[in-house]
Each structure stands twice: as C-alpha cells, then as structure tokens.
C-alpha cells in the first residue's frame, strides 16, 4: 500500500547528531557559556546561518570568514568517530514500507555523511532532499513541498517525522501530517504534531495514517 509517503528529518530524528553538532561550537568556541544541552535545545532545527548570528551576538564578536568550513571539518570529524543511529530507527525502517525520504536543513556532504555512518543510506537510495538545494529552511514548507512533488505525492499524503519545531512549523505550513518525536523524556515544544516518544511507536502511527488516508480517498 503505497498511498502515503513518509517525509523524515534527519538530525535528531533518525541520528543523534545534534549533541555532535552542538558540541563542535563548545570545541572551536569554548568561551561560549552554555552547555552542549543548551545548545541543542536552542538551536535544533535551526539554519546554521542563524545560529552563527546568535553565537555572534552572544560573543559581542564578529566569527572569522573561515569559521563556518572549520565548523563544518569538526561535526565531520565527530560524525566519524561517534554518530549512530537513534535509538530503534533500524527496526522502524525495517518495518516501515511506505514510500520515504530525507528532507533536511544540512548540506547534502553532511546529509550523505551522516546516512553512509549510520547504516541508513540503503533505506533512502537518491531521495534525499536538502534546503541548500531546494533553497528553502524550515519553518518554510518549501523544502517538504519540494521533496512530496519529487516522490509523486500531494501534500494531504505525505507524513512528516520531525524532532524540531521549525520542522513542525514547516509541515503544518506545507499542508501535511506531523509525528513529532520527543525522545529522552524532553518536552513537547509545539502543539502541532503529534508527539510519540519511542521508534517502535512509529511504524503503527503511520499504518493508522495510511488506513485513514485510503478511506477518506475512497469516501
């Protein structure tokens, strides 16, 4: 049954990368006063080029030109030697046979990286779908419209699985279903998706989803 595809973020979502990506800042700017915990969670989501106006702005200090490429060798270097894959996101894929996809805010280098580290790639094949070439960051729906259109789905069929509220923001704004993961025990930030708090919940959530989707077509 391939009347729903399943649109996935992928930093915080299907690899826990944001505490690696957050640690990188602390390691190339230890004057920075917050904690890795802090940083990911004001950060998560958010488009690097907004987060380094921040630090900035928190410094009271203009970032060097190179510091964006040094940042970028450092998440690689910790992606290397520390990604793994979210707790149960193997299994969920493995039971998960709806059509599905990656739409995320990092550079497609770090997309693949990420994926080949982790064990995913195989999963997504060539659909994957980056915000540095569609041109459009979350909260904006561009990017999620662009990824539905290039799998053949119309909004009302797609599922995002986000872990961020500007991805959730971005869903709602694209017309489509949002599950939003909270794992960890952390809080529900937004109201707008539907949150569920462990991998193996998934696959059920969106089979319901499917079932839902097949009938309101038929109606």
């Not at 940083?39 to 410094?59: H, N, P």
Request: charged fraction near 20%.
């Amino acid at each position: 049954m391939n009347c729903i595809c399943v649109i996935f973020d992928l930093d915080g979502t299907l690899v826990d990368s944001e505490r690696l990506c957050n640690q990188a800042f602390l390691d190339l700017l230890p004057e920075l006063p917050d904690t890795v915990e802090l940083l990911t969670r004001r950060y998560r989501g958010k488009k690097l080029a907004s987060i380094l106006v921040d630090i900035e702005s928190q410094l009271c200090q203009t970032l060097p030109d190179t510091f964006e490429q040094h940042y970028r060798q450092r998440v690689a270097e910790l992606f290397s030697h520390e990604l793994k894959p979210m707790p149960g996101v193997l299994e969920m894929l493995e039971a998960t046979h709806f059509p599905k996809c990656i739409a995320s805010s990092g550079p497609p280098l770090k997309i693949h990286q990420a994926l080949q580290i982790s064990g995913l790639a195989s999963y997504f094949g060539d659909n994957i779908f980056s915000s540095y070439e569609v041109g459009s960051w979350k909260p904006e729906p561009g990017l999620f419209q662009y990824a539905a259109n290039s799998m053949g789905f119309v909004p009302s069929q797609c599922v995002v699985v986000e872990d961020s509220e500007v991805g959730i923001e971005a869903a709602e704004a694209a017309g489509m279903k949002a599950f939003q993961y909270v794992p960890y025990g952390e809080t529900v930030l937004c109201q707008g998706g539907t949150p569920f708090d462990d991998m193996s919940q998934l696959p059920h959530l969106l089979a319901h989803f499917a079932n839902n989707s097949q009938r309101s077509t038929l109606a």
